[in-house]
């Protein structure tokens, strides 16, 4: 069974930062491109950032570019999302994702909230 694990989130002030982990098991997690994705209420599950396996290479939406930051730790299965600059707009469920035999799985979401 492939499962993932996040971890991190919380109440964050505006320009703050948060620093989510993912962690996932059931899998050559290696062998994996690993992507995390956010949804707010009423809204639209959104893509925030992808890294590629041993390359690490990495792609942003464009909002988050410049604030946010994917890595990972293929030794410790885990894949991390370092926010920085948080803003209000920010503020959804961020949700860890891998495409595996063609079929999405995702982890139970970690919560963030930004606000004053």
């Known amino acids: 069974q492939v499962t993932l694990v996040e971890s991190g989130g919380g109440l964050v002030q505006p320009g703050g930062s948060l620093r989510l982990s993912c962690v996932a098991s059931g899998f050559t997690f290696s062998s994996y491109t690993m992507k995390w994705y956010r949804q707010a209420p009423g809204k639209e599950r959104e893509f925030v950032a992808a890294?590629?396996?041993?390359?690490?290479?990495?792609n942003y939406a464009d909002s988050m570019k410049g604030r946010f930051t994917i890595s990972r730790d293929n030794a410790k299965n885990t894949v991390y999302l370092q926010m920085n600059s948080l803003e209000p707009e920010d503020t959804a469920r961020y949700y860890c994702n891998v495409r595996y035999v063609s079929r999405d799985v995702w982890g139970q979401g970690t919560q963030v909230t930004v606000s004053s």
């Open positions: 890294i590629a396996t041993r390359s690490g290479g990495t």
